[in-house]
């Protein structure tokens, strides 16, 4: 037997004898009786339901926060199936490179945005961040090697917009109602952790000073939980931190726009020798 099918047994005969010694001490029996029946009968029964709720109450705290992984890059299968579920999506990460992969591989993702109201917002490191340099040395490479992946990421977001804009010029085969909205931004600020959102569950990814991002582990957060609540507006913080930061802007059927004076200012890419 399962260790909480015991549990469940065992409460549920505290439960049932609470009853009957309740039930008993309503014959006429002498005053101690009655009186012992009726006491051992609410302890009983009180018993149960105490027992009942602390069980509850420490299956959710269990549950708030769970290690689903030690490697995020053994994550991506789980990050697709919750993101392929979900209305609300919200990405901040150092580069994005695997989301945004997906927006570009996977047509039936922008055609979401246009017609379940799919909302999307997305936020990578800025190449201009002063943190750049410390994620490099973290991650085991050079910094001009980071910041050749942030541009690649900045060219996958010009690709994202086409396939937007592509998409907006058949809006009229679309409701307005169904139209979502999808922005990508660039954030300055340290990179302390990922954090993956899809509707009420939080995957949170660990950031190292010994191992890229992509070796570390990942937490999956609930919204029971008060930590989730933390994340969402440590995400929400550095969104409105950085509206000005925006590469790929669509809102609610307005044209998809891309910020070309923003990107005028980000440094270019260098050929890296390699000895």
């Known amino acids: 037997m399962k260790k909480s099918h015991f549990y469940i047994l065992i409460n549920s005969i505290l439960l049932l004898l609470g009853i009957i010694f309740i039930l008993l001490s309503g014959y006429e029996f002498n005053y101690i009786i009655t009186n012992l029946l009726r006491a051992l009968g609410i302890g009983l029964v009180t018993a ?51 989301a945004l992969d997906d927006y570009i591989q996977n047509k039936h993702l922008i055609e979401k945005i246009f017609t379940e109201r799919h909302e999307v917002r997305l936020l990578f490191l800025n190449p201009s961040s002063p943190y750049v340099k410390q994620r490099a040395v973290e991650d085991g490479e050079t910094e001009q090697e980071l910041i050749n992946k942030l541009i690649d990421s900045i060219d996958k977001s010009r690709t994202i917009c086409k396939l937007l804009d592509d998409a907006y010029m058949k809006k009229n085969n679309f409701q307005k109602d169904k139209i979502g909205s999808f922005e990508i931004r660039l954030f300055d600020d340290c990179p302390y952790f990922t954090v993956f959102r899809a509707d009420d569950t939080i995957l949170w990814g660990l950031y190292t000073n010994y191992a890229p991002g992509s070796e570390t582990s ?38 998809p726009s891309l910020n070309e004076a923003l990107l005028k200012t980000l440094p270019p890419r260098q050929i890296i020798n390699t000895p």
């Open 218 to 255: 990942v937490l999956e957060v609930k919204k029971s939980s008060s930590l989730f609540s933390q994340l969402k507006t440590h995400f929400d913080t550095a969104w409105k931190a950085n509206s000005g930061n925006y590469i790929v802007r669509l809102h609610r059927g307005d044209k």
């Open 48 to 98: 149960s339901l105490v027992n009942s709720l602390m069980k509850q109450l420490e299956e959710k705290t269990i549950e708030e926060i769970v290690l689903t992984n030690t490697k995020r890059i053994k994550h991506e299968k789980i990050y697709t199936e919750m993101r392929d579920k979900s209305e609300i999506v919200e990405v901040m990460s150092i580069a994005l490179t695997g």
